[in-house]
Every structure is written in structure tokens, then in C-alpha cells.
């Protein structure tokens, strides 16, 4: 995929996000699509999912993972990416 084909976007979770295994869940969920990134706690209680991709397979990955944790998301935030370097694989981050 060349670098015009690939998106970043960074999203904030609000909710009930945090010890109900929505790391493990997006990191599960992003198996299943052609997406790097990461996802980890925030201290004040949110969830920052970062995901790089086709914009197909982005929206695709946030769309399932919209519908598996439906029930403890209240709010999502879309922010500019950060500089963190993104990995190749999908990980959680501490």
C-alpha cells in the first residue's frame, strides 16, 4: 500500500471503556482487517484507539469494533494523530 492509500485517524472512547476488555476486544477485532495501530487506557478513564489502513479497512474496523462494545461506548471523539510511531502490527499499549 503506498503512503497516498494509507489513513491515520485517532479516536477517544468515553464510556464504561475501561476493565471490561475493550483493549482485547479491538485487538482481536483488528485481526480480522488490513489495519496497523494501537490501543490503550488513558488516565482519565478513556480509551485512545490509533489505526493506520485503507480507509475501507479503517472504517471497517471501526464500525465492528462500534458494534461489539456498543453497550460501554457513550461518546467517541475523532483527534488529529499524534506523533507516536505507528507499529506494523496491532497492538495494546500500557
Known sequence: MSDSDRNTRRL???????????????????????????VRNL????????ARGAAKEIDGFL???????????RSVDET???PEEVPAGFEIRP
Open 12 to 38: 477517544i472512547y468515553r464510556g464504561t471503556v475501561q476493565g471490561v476488555g475493550f483493549r482485547m476486544t479491538v485487538r482481536r477485532i483488528a485481526g480480522r482487517f488490513a489495519v496497523a495501530g494501537f
Open 43 to 50: 488516565p482519565d478513564g478513556t480509551v485512545e484507539l490509533v
Open 63 to 73: 464500525s465492528a469494533v462500534d458494534e461489539a462494545m456498543a453497550g460501554y461506548i
Open 80 to 82: 488529529a494523530p499524534g
